[in-house]
């Protein structure tokens, strides 16, 4: 079993910031890739950031320059800094992890709950 937390969404004002978090926990042997979706009403999810395990980062074009992703692998975690948010970044927040349980398995994709972000004066 593994499990994804989320942590740190809420209400935040035009040109304010926040910091997701997500942490996974339970039977993992290796975490590859880790990302961050979103999924607004009435739209699809999108992908927001990701990163693999080497470190390496990609962005969606609406979030370049404002959102930086980071993750400790120690703590099985990754987080999203969110900068200069704006009212069309208000979404459900979710984080993924690519993840193998145990060694020479298959990777599967792993989700948290979401988190809700709204960006409102």
């Known amino acids: 079993q593994v499990q994804l937390v989320e942590s740190g969404g809420g209400l935040v004002q035009p040109g304010g910031s926040l910091r997701l978090s997500c942490a996974a926990s339970?039977?993992?042997?290796?975490?590859?890739?880790m990302g961050w979706y979103r999924q607004a009403p009435g739209k699809q999810r999108e992908l927001v950031a990701t990163?693999?395990?080497?470190?390496?980062?990609n962005y969606a074009d609406s979030v370049k320059g404002r959102f930086t992703i980071s993750r400790d692998n120690a703590k099985n975690t990754v987080n999203l800094q969110m900068n200069s948010l704006k009212p069309e970044d208000t979404a459900v927040y979710y984080c993924?992890?690519?993840?193998?349980?145990?060694?020479?398995?298959?990777?599967?994709?792993?989700w948290g709950q979401g988190t809700q972000v709204t960006v409102s004066s």
């Open positions: 990163i693999t395990s080497g470190g390496f980062t």
């Open positions: 339970g039977s993992i042997f290796s975490i590859y890739d």
């Open positions: 993924n992890h690519r993840i193998a349980t145990v060694r020479g398995a298959y990777a599967l994709d792993y």
